[in-house]
């Protein structure tokens, strides 16, 4: 191999390294801040320079998307699972929207970002919606055909209350309860109810 290879095979292995190595530090200071916290701050924080932190990640939604590949495994892993093992489509549905409300919360103030990044596709963070949105309007439309859920309920409309369930929940006058309570509230304006239910 020729030295100008040798060289080149370096230099991205350490542009791999800065690339982890500013994730896991970006991970843990999101987690301890929010996402509102500084990039600057996480530079520091990660011992580079600014302009290094940028070129790697341009905006924090750059940053938010890819530290979300991962959390986004986890999630699609939840998917396959419901898939596979519940048979009731208006539960299959529940056990969906329970696992993007978690996946929402992954860092505080994640929420607002999601939902701007609904209003355009500049963002990095929209395929990642539009994925989401898709994946809701599935379970939901087998919901629907299984007489489960209302027959006028969009996917979008359900993906936009998990971000909004997940945004009260975080506030101030929320309390322990409140999840549940605001996941219920939802489940009723969505689910068909049961013959016999009240």
């Not at 996917?155 to 219920?184: E, M, P, Q």
């Amino acid at each position: 191999m020729s030295e100008a290879a040798t060289g080149e095979r370096r230099q991205r292995a350490d542009k791999q390294r800065n690339r982890t190595h500013i994730l896991e530090v970006a991970e843990r200071f999101f987690a301890e801040q929010g996402i509102t916290g500084s990039m600057d701050a996480i530079a520091k924080r990660a011992g580079i320079g600014p302009g290094t932190l940028y070129r790697h990640f341009p905006n924090r939604e750059a940053l938010l998307a890819a530290l979300l590949q991962a959390r986004d495994e986890e999630l699609e892993a939840r998917r396959e699972a419901i898939r596979g093992e519940v048979t009731d489509s208006r539960a299959a549905l529940a056990q969906w929207l329970r696992a993007l409300g978690e996946w929402v919360t992954a860092f505080d103030g994640l929420p607002e970002p999601l939902r701007a990044a609904l209003t355009g596709d500049t963002s990095p963070l929209a395929l990642t919606c539009q994925s989401l949105i898709t994946t809701t309007e599935e379970f939901l439309q087998a919901a629907q055909r299984d007489g489960g859920a209302k027959p006028w309920v969009r996917g979008r409309d359900l993906f936009l209350s998990t971000l909004a369930t997940a945004w009260a929940s975080g506030a101030v006058l929320a309390d322990a309860s409140s999840l549940d309570a605001l996941d219920s509230l939802v489940r009723t304006g969505w689910e068909t109810p049961e013959a016999g239910d009240a």
